[in-house]
């Protein structure tokens, strides 16, 4: 049973204004959002959107999801707050960033493609050992990894997750 939408930024530009009812959204994407689209942004309070900001728990889940898999560094604070409000109310996360989708991926968030394409990237992902540099088979998505990515068969190094070749 879907518990709602988080809607990123792409999405709330994008999509139909009656299609956004109700959904989630946090408070910093109202600044992102009138830097891109100042007509949207107008419009914002009319489309009856939810507005939460994800609790700290939630937040260092998020963070914690992201630093195994190496996504941190790419994330925004938005991107963060979005994964984290998903995490929290068990909400779709609808984006077209392939860093927030693998992350759902890996997180067991289920996410939506703001395009409905859905993701093609994520098979080109794969996971890297950091030490000796073997590459492991790519994880068995969708589903939560609680106990992280694993370790190298190799030499025991903490995998990481890595974009591959195209
Ligand atoms: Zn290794």
Same mark, same amino acid.
């Given at each position: 049973?879907?518990? #709602?939408?988080?809607?990123?930024?792409? +999405?709330? &530009?994008? =999509?139909?204004?009656?299609?956004?009812?109700?959904?989630?959204?946090?408070?910093?994407? *109202? +600044? !992102?959002?009138?830097?891109?689209?100042?007509? *949207?942004?107008?419009?914002? $309070?009319?489309?009856?959107?939810? =507005?939460?900001?994800? @609790? @700290?728990?939630?937040?260092?889940?998020?963070?914690?999801?992201?630093?195994?898999?190496? $996504?941190?560094? #790419?994330?925004?604070?938005? $991107?963060?707050?979005?994964? +984290?409000?998903?995490? !929290?109310?068990?909400?779709?996360?609808?984006?077209?960033?392939?860093?927030?989708?693998?992350?759902?991926?890996? @997180?067991? &968030?289920? =996410?939506?493609?703001?395009?409905? !394409?859905? &993701?093609?990237?994520? =098979?080109?992902?794969?996971?890297?050992?950091?030490?000796? #540099?073997?590459?492991?088979?790519?994880? $068995?998505?969708?589903?939560?990894?609680?106990?992280?990515?694993?370790?190298?068969?190799?030499? @025991?190094?903490?995998? *990481?997750? *890595?974009? #591959?070749?195209?």
């Amino acid at each position: 049973m879907a518990a #709602g939408e988080v809607l990123d930024t792409a +999405a709330l &530009i994008a =999509w139909p204004m009656e299609r956004m009812r109700g959904s989630l959204v946090v408070p910093s994407q *109202r +600044a !992102e959002l009138g830097r891109i689209s100042p007509e *949207r942004e107008m419009l914002l $309070d009319s489309i009856g959107l939810e =507005w939460a900001t994800p @609790g @700290g728990a939630a937040l260092a889940q998020a963070s914690e999801l992201a630093t195994r898999t190496g $996504d941190m560094s #790419g994330l925004s604070p938005v $991107d963060l707050e979005l994964l +984290a409000l998903s995490l !929290e109310r068990s909400a779709t996360l609808v984006t077209d960033d392939y860093r927030l989708q693998n992350l759902c991926e890996l @997180g067991g &968030i289920r =996410w939506l493609s703001v395009t409905m !394409e859905g &993701i093609r990237a994520l =098979w080109t992902w794969e996971l890297r050992c950091p030490g000796c #540099g073997a590459v492991q088979p790519p994880p $068995d998505a969708p589903q939560a990894r609680r106990g992280g990515l694993g370790s190298c068969p190799d030499c @025991g190094t903490a995998l *990481r997750l *890595r974009r #591959g070749r195209e």
